[in-house]
């Protein structure tokens, strides 16, 4: 069956890094986009980008240009998503979720990051 | 990026009543445009895609209308299960894609 595995949960200092990745399974892992959309505590959904594990070609919202990098890794079905220079505003649930080409349906468990000094 | 308007941001409803949730886009989508359902602690769960397509097991009740830069989702008999928050979410093909603030569908 289809599974999107997403690594634990990261805590991190403001200022700091954080890659989260995302282990697909079950399914043609070049066949699906792959999407990344981060919940903050009572918050709503934030779209962050989408990469085309296939071609590699690379989306990203407005918002997050610069300082977020989506990369694929065929070999190990494996897509990571990584925040730089975190703030106490990044702090949320990070979810990866695959879709062929239109909205995705099939979502990660999501991943906790927390930004605290 | 294109915005996406949703209202209202609460509801307040019983079981039985028929819900009216619309979402306006600040550009032209065509009909790129889904519907979420979210509950606490969930990820969210796709209900309808390309404005009026419902999604495989979602039940009838849930319908979804518009194009171009306004659409509605409705519940015409809400039920228990339905008490949650709901998003909507522009695809279009040239631009990021952008969720709207969410609706949040309470009991009354």
């Known amino acids: 069956q289809v599974q999107l595995v997403q690594s634990g949960a990261e805590v991190k200092k403001p200022g700091a890094s954080v890659k989260v990745s995302c282990l697909a399974s079950?399914?043609?892992?070049?066949?699906?986009?792959i999407h990344w959309v981060r919940q903050a505590a009572g918050q709503g959904l934030e779209w962050m980008g989408l990469?085309?594990?296939?071609?590699?070609?690379?989306t990203y919202a407005q918002k997050f240009q610069g300082r977020v990098t989506i990369t694929r890794d065929t070999s190990t079905s494996t897509v990571s998503l990584e925040l730089n220079t975190l703030t106490s505003d990044d702090t949320a649930v990070y979810y990866c979720a695959r879709a062929p080409v239109g909205p995705p349906a099939d979502w990660g468990q999501g991943t906790l990051v927390t930004v605290s000094s | 990026d294109i915005q996406m308007t949703q209202s209202p941001s609460t509801l307040s409803a019983s079981v039985g009543d028929r819900v009216t949730i619309t979402c306006r886009a600040s550009?032209?989508?065509?009909?790129?445009l889904a519907w979420y359902q979210q509950k606490p602690g969930k990820a969210p769960k796709l209900l309808i895609d390309k404005a009026s397509n419902l999604e495989s097991g979602v039940p009838s009740r849930f319908s979804g209308s518009g194009s171009g830069t306004e659409f509605t989702l409705t519940i015409s008999s809400l039920q228990p299960d339905d008490f949650a928050t709901y998003y909507c979410?522009?695809?279009?093909?040239?631009?990021?894609?952008?969720f709207g603030q969410g609706t949040k569908v309470e009991i009354k």
């Open positions: 979410q522009q695809y279009n093909t040239f631009s990021p894609w952008t």
């Open positions: 550009h032209y989508v065509n009909n790129w």
């Open positions: 079950g399914y043609s892992f070049t066949s699906y986009y």
């Open positions: 990469i085309n594990p296939s071609a590699g070609s690379i």
